[in-house]
């Protein structure tokens, strides 16, 4: 089985936003619970911000011609203290009949790919500690923890 990533097109965006709603409950924090719809809306918004910046870039895994799965990256970031170019990973989701058969790993290394060639000396992403098998996938692909994000929920009732 052939597996390919490409950039997409204006055809992948129904893709991109039926897999990318599907999936946003997954990165939702025990810490901040919100419904899945929140989540789907959330995601929405992500995907307009980056299609409307000049460094949004999405890429496209395909397996034997089908869609499987995308990754959205911001490609001209400035990292705050060193002020080199980084690039972020907004979004990445996997169809889930595509999940668990190397499709992640192809996305992960194409953005890092794109990142490099646009002259990038980092790229990041946000991953909820709860979220287990994408940290492995992380890990594995080379990405060490570097900050935090803490949080201290404050009013009464919440987590």
Known sequence: MALTVR?????????V?????????TSLSPVRPASAHAAAEAFLRAAQFCAEREDG???IAERDGERAGFVMLLLDLTEDVTLQRQAFI???AVAPEHQRR????????????????????????????ANEPARML???AGFI??????????RSGAR
């Open 17 to 25: 936003n039926a897999t990318g709603t599907q999936s946003a409950h």
């Open 7 to 15: 950039r997409a097109t204006p055809v992948d965006q129904d893709f």
């Open 57 to 59: 870039t999405t890429l």
């Open 138 to 140: 992380y890990t594995l």
């Open 102 to 129: 190397g499709v992640a790993r192809a996305l992960l290394a194409a953005a890092e790919e794109e990142a490099r060639a646009r002259g990038a000396s980092h790229i990041s992403l946000m991953v909820t500690q």
């Open 145 to 154: 923890d570097e900050r935090a994000q803490m949080t201290k929920p404050l």
């Open 90 to 92: 907004v979004y990445m």
